[in-house]
């Protein structure tokens, strides 16, 4: 599943590589206040599920997905530990059976156009197009635009501070991921303070922008 609309509703996706749980529940109230509500916590630590666990149970107005779903596993543990949706940086048919069974929206990835038009064969309007910058970026968007013009795409991957407005003004791009967002190391040092200027910096140029 991915509904154009619901990946649009947020145009910038905070990825975050959390190291400790015992961080997930202010992590997520700093973002929510800042008014980002989707969330993506990457499946890249010991306590990413736990961390969803938490943010699910704990902090109900944060829309908690699991990245790095890489496999039937890491999907079923996702749903299991409450993740309203899901990220892969790949689309195998494997991936995509166990991300379709999961009933929750995805974000499948690509980074080609045969793949992207696989994803296109098989019902996806949004994909994640992963890694964006080290895969051609805003020229890639641009040519992929004008052949495969139904599918919208998530970049994540070297998106920052400096080029995600030009990303977001492009028309088949739905929302932006990134780790500038909420950076593991303010996270560790529990710099919410920081955390909250750079989440607040994103939404206001966000409504600025529109
Ligand atoms: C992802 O998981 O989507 C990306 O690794 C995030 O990449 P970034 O750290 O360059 O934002």
Same mark, same amino acid.
């Given at each position: 599943?991915?509904?154009? $609309?619901?990946?649009?509703?947020?145009?910038?996706?905070?990825?975050?590589?959390?190291?400790?749980?015992?961080? #997930?529940?202010? +992590?997520? &109230?700093?973002?929510? $206040?800042?008014?980002?509500?989707?969330?993506?916590?990457? +499946? &890249?630590?010991?306590?990413? %599920?736990?961390?969803?666990?938490?943010?699910? /149970?704990?902090?109900?107005?944060?829309?908690?997905?699991?990245?790095?779903?890489?496999?039937?596993?890491? #999907?079923?543990?996702? +749903?299991?530990?409450?993740?309203?949706? !899901?990220?892969?940086? *790949?689309?195998?048919?494997?991936?995509?059976?166990?991300?379709?069974?999961?009933?929750?929206?995805? %974000?499948?990835?690509?980074?080609?156009?045969?793949? #992207?038009?696989?994803?296109?064969?098989?019902?996806?309007?949004?994909?994640?197009?992963?890694?964006?910058?080290?895969?051609?970026?805003?020229?890639? %968007?641009?040519?992929?635009?004008?052949?495969?013009?139904? +599918?919208?795409?998530?970049?994540?991957?070297?998106?920052?501070?400096?080029?995600?407005?030009?990303? !977001?003004?492009?028309?088949?791009?739905?929302?932006?991921?990134?780790?500038?967002?909420?950076?593991?190391? !303010?996270?560790?040092?529990? /710099?919410?303070?920081?955390?909250?200027?750079?989440? /607040?910096?994103?939404?206001? /140029?966000?409504?600025? *922008?529109?």
């Amino acid at each position: 599943m991915s509904a154009p $609309d619901y990946w649009r509703s947020q145009p910038v996706i905070p990825v975050v590589v959390i190291n400790d749980s015992a961080n #997930a529940v202010q +992590l997520a &109230r700093t973002l929510v $206040d800042a008014g980002l509500l989707k969330i993506e916590i990457t +499946l &890249r630590t010991e306590a990413a %599920l736990k961390s969803i666990e938490l943010i699910a /149970n704990e902090v109900p107005e944060a829309i908690v997905g699991a990245g790095t779903v890489v496999n039937e596993k890491t #999907a079923q543990s996702a +749903l299991n530990a409450g993740a309203k949706y !899901l990220v892969s940086p *790949g689309a195998t048919p494997s991936v995509l059976a166990s991300l379709d069974a999961t009933k929750l929206p995805y %974000l499948p990835g690509a980074a080609t156009v045969s793949e #992207a038009l696989l994803l296109v064969e098989h019902g996806i309007s949004t994909a994640k197009f992963f890694p964006a910058v080290e895969s051609g970026g805003i020229a890639w %968007l641009k040519a992929v635009s004008s052949v495969i013009p139904q +599918l919208s795409f998530c970049p994540t991957g070297g998106i920052s501070p400096s080029n995600y407005q030009d990303f !977001l003004a492009l028309p088949n791009v739905a929302c932006v991921g990134g780790s500038w967002v909420a950076p593991s190391k !303010l996270i560790a040092e529990q /710099n919410w303070t920081e955390i909250s200027k750079l989440s /607040n910096a994103v939404f206001n /140029n966000e409504n600025n *922008g529109k």
